[in-house]
């Protein structure tokens, strides 16, 4: 009988001789240790170091300040491998027992919630798009960026540097992380197979909790929002697998066209519908580890031999172990609690009728022209970034073009901004002349003779002093 091979991997226990060292604002203050951690991870992990030092002898009140650098250090010989760099952000003395100094730090990481972007990329690289953002940031770097020639449309308004970072790790498929040089990594996730370090029964393993798919985490449908013209951009995206319908709700008024949220939603159903494992280890000391590494966990009574992505990893001194976190924590990080109060204080886009997808005629200068079949329109004009009648004209038809959508139109809810009401509206969905008359602020179901995937707008102005800066139908 022919022979099955099946490959595994055998891993080396290192020799450890653990030697450890932490400096704040240069002093040395490891002898002064009751309780350490020290996170690293990828963009998106909260990356908060804390410190309880002992100061019974008060040795350490008012030495340091806020923004001072904490380093920690370790590795198997003379301990100066760095294994975390941040800064002070918060000291608090504390009485117990004895006289302790309480210590909270936040990775290099943590400064990109602290820059803010407005910028514009137009059939931008990604990688390109990334080298761009570090910029804003004064001291970092981009030289482990590796080239992603993917191309796209984005805008960033107003939003966290991080947020831009976390973006175009979706987009890209890509992982990224600030080193500790304050230089950014990014890379194809699920690309960087670490064999030397490991999570081995009888070596390095402690404990092993929970790893396995989650499907907390699955998402079969997601819809994404964006905004133009003070109305809604919509796209969805399904699983057409699915046999259960779980929804994610993406809202980001950066995004501004059908594009830019079709690739958003893409991009997320794609990450959601299969989701990794996720669990922890706790493990003794390990070099070499990087975020967004593969590594190996071995665990007989687990049953499990087999490669997991790094996402996270904590040191803990003095006991000398770590935590390492595969695939996504479920926690939501301090780092992002102003995002989320800022983006529920920025909710305007509403849907009260569930549309899935959106046909969209507002941009950044008013009434998009592009979106006009010049031909088939008359006596119309676009004058400062609003639809109006041409001067002379008692009546006009703006006739849109054709927009291919993803699904047979069944109904329609249309939106506008107007100066006038002198308006009336029309839609086709067969890509025939035939229209249907439709009111604004309702649903309306397309005739069934009258449903298709060609869509176009017809608004016949009937008054010279109505004037739209911005028109939206929404559908599904």
């Known amino acids: 009988m022919p022979r099955r091979i099946k490959k595994t991997f055998i891993p080396v226990p290192p020799d450890r001789t653990t030697k450890w060292v932490v400096t704040i604002a240069g002093t040395d203050v490891s002898d002064f240790i009751l309780e350490g951690k020290f996170p690293w991870g990828l963009i998106g992990e909260e990356l908060i170091c804390e410190i309880e030092l002992e100061n019974s002898g008060e040795q350490f009140t008012n030495v340091f300040k806020e923004n ?60 390109d798009i990334r080298a761009s953002l570090m910029t804003n940031l004064s001291d970092y770097t981009s030289t482990n960026v590796e080239t992603n020639t993917d191309t796209i449309d984005i805008k960033f308004v107003n939003k966290p540097l991080l947020d831009c970072l976390i973006e175009l790790d979706i987009l890209g498929d890509e992982d990224s992380y600030i080193d500790h040089d304050k230089d950014l990594h990014s890379f194809k996730r699920n690309s960087k197979n670490n064999l030397v370090a490991h999570v081995t029964q009888d070596d390095s393993l402690i404990e092993l909790r929970g790893l396995g798919v989650d499907n907390a985490e699955k998402r079969t449908k997601v819809i994404a929002y964006g905004e133009a013209g003070g109305l809604p951009v919509i796209s969805t995206s399904e699983d057409a697998n699915a046999t259960r319908v779980k929804e994610r709700v993406i809202t ?12 958003v939603a893409d991009a997320e159903i794609e990450r959601l519908k299969n989701p990794d494992s996720q669990g922890s280890a706790s493990t003794l000391f390990m070099l070499t580890l990087k ?76 009434f998009s022209e592009n979106k006009i079949d010049g031909t088939a329109s008359n006596a119309i004009e676009v ?65 069934a003779d009258k449903r298709g995937n060609q869509l176009r707008l017809r608004i016949e102005l009937i008054n010279a002093n109505t004037k739209i800066p911005s028109v939206a139908v929404l559908y599904k």
């Open 68 to 127: 001072d650098e904490i380093i920690f250090t370790m590795d198997f010989t003379n301990g100066t491998t760095v294994q975390f760099k941040g800064e002070i952000e918060e000291i608090k003395s504390r009485v117990g027992d004895i006289f302790t100094l309480g210590i909270r730090g936040a990775h290099f990481t943590s400064r990109t919630t602290d820059i803010m972007i407005t910028e514009k990329f137009v059939n931008a690289q990604i990688s």
């Open 252 to 263: 980001d008024t950066s995004l501004v066209d059908e594009s830019q949220t079709q690739e």
């Open 291 to 366: 975020p967004g590494d593969r590594i190996y966990v071995i665990s007989n009574p687990h049953k499990i031999h087999d490669q997991f992505r790094v996402v996270k990893f904590v040191y803990h001194i003095p006991n000398e172990t770590m935590e390492i976190f595969f695939n996504k924590e479920r926690s939501i990080p301090k780092l992002f609690k102003d995002r989320i109060r800022k983006d529920q204080a920025q909710e305007t886009v509403v849907n009260p009728f569930k549309m899935t997808h959106s046909f969209n005629f507002g941009s950044e200068t008013g």
């Open 383 to 447: 004058v400062d970034g609003k639809l109006k009648l041409v001067s002379g004209n008692e009546s006009g038809d703006m006739i849109s073009i054709e927009k291919d959508t993803l699904i047979s139109v069944n109904s329609v809810h249309l939106l506008s901004i107007s100066e006038g009401a002198a308006a009336n509206y029309f839609i086709n969905a067969d890509g025939t002349n035939e229209w249907q008359a439709i009111n604004l602020n309702t649903e309306t179901p397309i005739d």
